[in-house]
């Protein structure tokens, strides 16, 4: 059913984990669907530094975690909210119909992490300034 | 090591059934019906093959019809029952874990102006007696339920239920595909009208079923065609198929008792060490009313596809839910009857053992499948490794 990337990706993921403190984080999906997302960033300079992943799901979820992972190190954060399911199954050379669903929530855990980490960068923001009046 | 352990959805087709059938694809091919001497060969094994597999479950040789597969076999219970009685009344019953064969064929029915009542299990998988009770009424024609149920191996009260069905003048089915290589089927013990199987669930070739048709039931033809099977199911004879079926029902029959310990044997080891070495798993069957094959687990924090191809790469065949539904991305009907909660359901495993399957491969498995769940629940956002339990999401 999976083509032999998938299979390796799965098999093998890289990025497993998560990083502590992390700079950005996001969770998507729920267990009654039979899948869920989670992804923590380090972010320095508005660019990922280092990203890692837990999921619980099929072999396909797993895998486009593991990818998406390793394709966003190195990105700017602005880089990395364009980063679409589609180009994630592209990376593994496609994924079966019915398992395409699969690979979105990769996506939608990205740019959940990365609206954290500006949500975390805007309080900094307000932080300081409150301090500036003080 | 390669251990398959996946008996419930295939079994290997014993050499001895292979021999016994050879003879007919080539030598003796004639066709069954034909009147000449090519024919009457064939037509004798095929008679012979019907008595051997009458006798064995209890019925004459003209109550038993060859279909092309199990699911052909139900497909003519339910529909041929319930078509062919739609003036005494369009109500059928079922219960809620039959195999998709009997699942589909009802909803069929329902899409053309039947009603379908389908019955509870318990968290065992078993169906209550005292349920039929309250759903069955004079307007019913028809009750299935199955003997055995195919991903928890659970074995229902069949006689009861029957009983039940005939005091109110419905006609009994039973799907007895997943029973046959384990139990000592029986059609007058069971008090069924209609019981189906399938050769290759005990060691016999696959494309070969029987429906059991208790004398004096009338029913709807589900294949027309030519006058085989005394009119009742059109097709050419499979000789060879329906001589394999019959010597692997003899073989299975003869060797059953020796089997279902070793099996019994085999599963017991396998659930104890499951059990004991694998936090958060859960069994679900019913401990006292199943086959000796069989055992289901579900593993939390962890999904099934996930598990299934772990084991694979290892070696191992197993199943996730049932085979069938591999496709589809639903958790399994039965579990989910059960009451087994849905985000548990996703990561169960169905393990069904087979006459052939050693003690060591049954080891090599659990040591293996401990791996694989450590391995995913190192990845999973539900299970915090470090505390060896759960995360608040």
Same mark, same amino acid.
């Given at each position: 059913?999976?083509?032999?990337?998938?299979?390796?990706?799965?098999?093998? *993921?890289?990025?497993?984990?998560?990083?502590?403190?992390?700079?950005?984080?996001?969770?998507?999906?729920?267990?009654?669907?039979?899948?869920?997302?989670?992804? !923590?960033?380090?972010?320095?300079?508005?660019?990922?530094?280092?990203?890692?992943?837990?999921?619980?799901?099929?072999?396909?979820?797993?895998? !486009?975690?593991?990818?998406?992972?390793?394709?966003?190190?190195?990105?700017?954060?602005?880089?990395?909210?364009?980063?679409?399911?589609?180009?994630?199954?592209?990376?593994?050379?496609?994924? *079966?119909?019915?398992?395409?669903?699969?690979?979105?929530?990769?996506?939608?855990?990205?740019?959940?992490?990365?609206?954290?980490?500006?949500?975390?960068?805007?309080?900094?923001?307000?932080?300081?300034?409150?301090?500036? #009046?003080? | 090591?390669?251990? #398959?352990?996946?008996?419930?959805?295939?079994?290997?087709?014993?050499?001895?059934?292979?021999?016994?059938?050879?003879?007919?694809?080539?030598?003796?091919?004639?066709?069954?019906?034909?009147?000449?001497?090519?024919?009457?060969?064939?037509?004798?094994?095929?008679?012979?093959?019907?008595?051997?597999? %009458?006798?064995?479950?209890?019925?004459?040789?003209?109550?038993?019809?060859?279909?092309?597969?199990?699911?052909?076999?139900?497909?003519?219970? @339910?529909?041929?029952?319930?078509?062919?009685?739609?003036?005494?009344?369009?109500?059928?019953?079922?219960?809620?874990?039959?195999?998709?064969?009997?699942?589909?064929?009802?909803?069929?029915?329902?899409?053309?102006?039947?009603?379908?009542?389908?019955?509870?299990?318990?968290? !065992?998988?078993?169906?209550?007696?005292?349920?039929?009770?309250?759903?069955?009424?004079?307007?019913? !024609?028809?009750? %299935?339920?199955?003997? @055995?149920?195919?991903?928890?191996?659970?074995?229902?009260?069949?006689?009861?239920?029957?009983?039940?069905?005939?005091?109110?003048?419905?006609?009994?089915?039973?799907?007895?595909?997943?029973?046959? *290589? #384990?139990?000592?089927?029986?059609?007058?013990?069971?008090?069924?009208?209609?019981?189906?199987?399938?050769?290759?669930?005990?060691?016999?070739?696959?494309?070969?079923?029987?429906?059991?048709?208790?004398?004096?039931?009338?029913?709807?033809?589900?294949?027309?065609?030519?006058?085989?099977?005394?009119?009742?199911?059109?097709?050419?004879?499979?000789?060879?198929?329906?001589?394999?079926?019959?010597?692997?029902?003899?073989?299975?029959?003869?060797?059953?008792?020796?089997?279902?310990?070793?099996?019994?044997?085999?599963?017991?080891?396998?659930?104890?060490?499951?059990?004991?070495?694998?936090?958060?798993?859960?069994?679900?069957?019913?401990?006292?009313?199943?086959?000796?094959?069989?055992?289901?687990?579900?593993?939390?924090?962890?999904?099934?596809?996930?598990?299934?191809?772990?084991?694979?790469?290892?070696?191992?065949?197993?199943? %996730?839910?049932?085979?069938?539904?591999?496709?589809?991305?639903?958790? %399994?009907?039965?579990?989910?009857?059960?009451?087994?909660?849905?985000?548990?359901?996703?990561?169960?495993?169905?393990?069904?053992?087979?006459?052939?399957?050693?003690?060591?491969?049954?080891?090599?498995?659990?040591?293996?499948?401990?791996?694989?769940?450590?391995?995913?629940?190192?990845?999973?956002?539900?299970?915090?490794?470090?505390?060896?339990?759960?995360?608040?999401?």
């Amino acid at each position: 059913m999976y083509n032999q990337k998938v299979l390796d990706a799965f098999a093998h *993921p890289q990025n497993v984990g998560e990083i502590e403190n992390p700079d950005g984080e996001g969770t998507v999906g729920n267990a009654t669907c039979g899948d869920i997302m989670r992804i !923590t960033l380090r972010i320095e300079n508005d660019v990922i530094v280092d990203a890692k992943f837990q999921t619980f799901g099929c072999a396909a979820a797993i895998a !486009t975690s593991s990818t998406a992972t390793q394709m966003v190190i190195g990105m700017t954060v602005d880089e990395a909210l364009k980063l679409t399911n589609a180009r994630v199954v592209e990376e593994l050379e496609g994924l *079966p119909p019915q398992k395409i669903h699969c690979s979105v929530l990769a996506e939608e855990a990205i740019k959940k992490a990365i609206e954290d980490y500006r949500a975390k960068q805007q309080n900094i923001q307000l932080d300081k300034t409150k301090i500036d #009046y003080v | 090591m390669k251990v #398959y352990l996946d008996h419930a959805a295939t079994t290997p087709c014993d050499k001895r059934v292979v021999e016994a059938m050879l003879p007919y694809f080539s030598d003796e091919f004639g066709n069954a019906d034909s009147q000449h001497f090519f024919g009457r060969d064939t037509a004798k094994a095929v008679a012979d093959a019907r008595e051997t597999i %009458s006798q064995l479950i209890g019925c004459k040789p003209n109550e038993l019809y060859f279909t092309g597969s199990g699911t052909e076999a139900d497909n003519w219970a @339910v529909k041929g029952v319930a078509l062919h009685r739609k003036d005494k009344g369009n109500h059928i019953i079922i219960s809620a874990i039959e195999h998709h064969a009997v699942l589909t064929a009802a909803d069929w029915l329902e899409n053309n102006g039947f009603v379908v009542t389908r019955l509870p299990v318990d968290s !065992t998988g078993l169906v209550s007696v005292s349920d039929l009770e309250k759903v069955i009424d004079d307007q019913t !024609t028809l009750v %299935s339920v199955m003997y @055995v149920n195919n991903e928890v191996g659970t074995i229902q009260p069949i006689k009861q239920l029957a009983d039940v069905a005939h005091r109110y003048g419905a006609l009994f089915h039973s799907d007895c595909v997943q029973a046959m *290589p #384990y139990l000592d089927v029986n059609v007058g013990q069971l008090g069924v009208d209609l019981l189906s199987m399938s050769a290759h669930k005990f060691y016999g070739p696959k494309g070969v079923g029987a429906l059991y048709i208790r004398n004096g039931v009338k029913l709807d033809k589900l294949i027309c065609g030519g006058g085989q099977e005394r009119s009742q199911r059109g097709g050419t004879t499979n000789t060879p198929a329906v001589v394999g079926m019959a010597k692997a029902l003899e073989l299975s029959r003869g060797e059953m008792d020796k089997n279902n310990a070793h099996i019994a044997a085999l599963r017991d080891h396998f659930v104890d060490r499951v059990l004991k070495e694998i936090p958060y798993v859960r069994f679900n069957g019913n401990y006292e009313h199943r086959i000796p094959s069989v055992a289901n687990f579900s593993f939390e924090f962890v999904e099934g596809e996930g598990i299934l191809m772990l084991m694979d790469f290892n070696g191992i065949a197993v199943s %996730s839910g049932s085979a069938c539904s591999s496709g589809s991305l639903d958790p %399994s009907h039965v579990l989910l009857a059960m009451g087994v909660p849905i985000e548990i359901s996703h990561g169960s495993i169905r393990f069904s053992f087979g006459k052939d399957n050693t003690m060591e491969e049954v080891d090599y498995t659990v040591e293996k499948l401990k791996d694989t769940i450590s391995k995913l629940r190192e990845m999973s956002p539900l299970f915090n490794v470090k505390t060896g339990g759960t995360y608040n999401v």
